[in-house]
């Protein structure tokens, strides 16, 4: 699999929309928790969604 720029942007989004979900349960007043593992959901879920391409069972078990 070749990794293209596009890839690595796609991961970095799905991790930014992870660490977005933290940003706005502080901005509720809730507490600052979560950063790394809504950050980590988030880049997982772009691997799979990446992987899901060519590799749909693996992403599956993701």
């Known amino acids: 699999m070749d990794i293209s720029w596009e890839k ?3 991961l970095a989004v799905a991790a930014q ?3 977005a979900v933290v940003v706005d349960r502080q901005r509720k007043g809730d507490e600052f928790a979560g950063m790394r593992t809504f950050t980590l959901l988030g ?3 772009g691997t799979a969604g990446m992987l899901g391409a060519n ?3 693996l992403a599956t078990v993701l």
Do not use: K
């Open 8 to 10: 690595v942007v796609g």
């Open 17 to 19: 929309g992870g660490a």
């Open 43 to 45: 880049g997982l879920a």
């Open 55 to 57: 590799y749909a069972p």
